[in-house]
């Protein structure tokens, strides 16, 4: 990257973090505790079990932490955010650490614009934001960027706890009836999700389900 695409991302960084640029949704006191600067332990998990695998797509990638921590064990990864300022940001910290991921300012209920397909997909934390009524045009075009026998891993919060202070917005039942048609959920599983705050932790979801033909 050249030195004054650097110093532009530099300055962008500088503004957000002095609150001149927020977005609408960097304004959600709950949900910029979303952005951790560590990679969500979850899918540290996920990566050392081997459920990742070829192409991969991070979809709402914030900064970019899961990505950057994707592409520094050697994958190729692609990350989206309808946010500019988080976009940004990620260009600059994968510039910092060297780390070649291809960040993309980008709206996740249309991409198939992208025209690109992958093997995996990964969602920490935005499906479970999306209204219910837009769920299905998200699963609609997560479908079609996904090849037949890629997976999706999504981590989400959950109502299952019923001493959960956190979001609480989805279960599995619910999960269960979204991926029917064309999916194959082969797991879900009860994670911690981290935030901001080290004690806020919220009790989770995660789940991995297969795009079928
Ligand atoms: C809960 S945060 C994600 C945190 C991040 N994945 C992580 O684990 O640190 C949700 C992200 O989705 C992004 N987002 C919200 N609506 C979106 C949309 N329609 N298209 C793309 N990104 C979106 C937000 O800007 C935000 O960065």
């Known amino acids: 990257m050249s030195r004054s695409s650097l110093e532009k991302l530099e300055s962008i960084d500088q503004g957000v973090k002095r609150g001149w640029e927020m977005?609408?949704?960097?304004e959600q006191q709950e949900q910029s505790k979303w952005e951790t600067d560590k990679p969500q332990p979850a899918l540290i998990d996920l990566e050392k079990s081997g459920a990742i695998r070829g192409?991969?797509?991070?979809?709402?990638?914030?900064?970019?932490?899961?990505a950057l921590y994707l592409a520094s064990q050697g994958y190729s990864v692609t990350g989206i955010d309808s946010s500019p300022t988080l976009i940004a940001r990620a260009l600059l910290k994968a510039s910092k650490r060297n780390l070649k991921v291809k960040f993309l300012l980008f709206?996740?209920?249309?991409?198939?614009?992208l025209g690109m397909t992958f093997d995996t997909v990964?969602?920490?934390?935005?499906?479970?934001?999306?209204?219910?009524?837009?769920?299905?045009?998200y699963l609609d075009s997560l479908h079609q960027v996904l090849r037949p026998g890629g997976i999706y891993h999504v981590l989400c919060s959950s109502e299952d706890d019923l001493g959960n202070e956190g979001l609480k917005q989805t279960t599995k039942d619910e999960l269960e009836q979204y991926f029917q048609k064309g999916w194959e959920i082969t797991n879900?599983?009860?994670?911690?999700?981290?935030?901001r705050e080290q004690e806020n932790w919220d009790w989770g979801l995660l789940a991995s389900i297969l795009r079928l033909t």
């Not at 192409?55 to 899961?66: A, K, P, Q, T, Y």
């Not at 709206?107 to 614009?113: V, W």
């Not at 990964?122 to 045009?137: A, K, N, V, W």
């Not at 879900?188 to 935030?195: G, K, N, Y």
């Open 55 to 66: 192409e991969v797509l991070d979809i709402g990638c914030c900064s970019g932490e899961n």
């Open 188 to 195: 879900i599983s009860r994670i911690m999700l981290e935030t």
């Open 23 to 26: 977005t609408h949704f960097e």
């Open 107 to 113: 709206d996740s209920l249309k991409i198939e614009i």
């Open 122 to 137: 990964i969602d920490c934390g935005l499906f479970h934001s999306f209204p219910r009524e837009t769920r299905p045009q």
